[in-house]
């Protein structure tokens, strides 16, 4: 999956429950010309103090009691949205309808930037069944913490360098 473009953002949200809007964890990872110029994560306290997920990402509602809400957290990370050519994470769709989710609940807009998904690139790029973010990457060689959100992010970053530069990794 060769693409001409070369500023990307990968992300990767963390939610407290099925609710979309319940992001509790953001990570972020800028790339320019295939290199990693910013990673950035956060902790966002959701709207609601329910946690189904601790489980799987270890956050809990006393993690985040005193974080500030998306809506705070937005104003510091809107700058990164601007001037890319596209986003990246890992099944799109899911972390898509969390950020508009988000977006909606605090009034905001959502940023109008497609996604391009490391599931269909690990597809489409190398053939790599099943394409759980730990597959691709034990596939690719790339370290991995999973459902840490910038260890997700970065994971999707160097995916997308890889396809970029159309090799198995960077």
């Known amino acids: 999956m060769k693409k001409s473009s070369k500023r990307f953002l990968a992300i990767d949200f963390e939610t407290a429950n099925q609710n979309r809007d319940s992001a509790c964890s953001i990570g972020l990872v800028k790339v320019e010309n295939n290199r990693v110029v910013h990673q950035e994560a956060r902790y966002i306290r959701p709207p609601y103090r329910n946690f189904q ?9 006393n993690d985040v009691v005193s974080e500030p809400t998306f809506a705070t957290v937005w104003k510091d990370l809107r700058p990164h949205f ?9 099944n799109a769709k899911f972390d898509a309808s969390v950020l508009k989710a988000c977006c909606l609940r605090y009034s905001i807009d959502p940023p109008q930037i497609p996604f391009q998904c490391t599931v269909e690139i ?3 790029q190398w053939s790599i069944y099943p394409t759980k973010l730990p597959d691709v ?3 690719l060689g790339i370290p991995l913490q999973h459902h840490e959100a910038l260890s997700d ?4 970053a160097k995916i997308m360098i890889a396809a970029q530069a159309n090799r198995s990794f960077v």
């Not at 992010?153 to 999707?156: D, E, G, I, M």
Request: proline content about 0%; glycine content about 8%.
């Open 53 to 61: 997920f601790t489980y799987i990402h270890g956050i809990s509602w």
């Open 82 to 90: 601007e001037g890319i050519d596209f986003l990246v994470a890992h």
């Open 122 to 124: 690990a597809r489409a």
């Open 137 to 139: 990457c034990q596939s």
């Open 153 to 156: 992010a970065l994971a999707c």
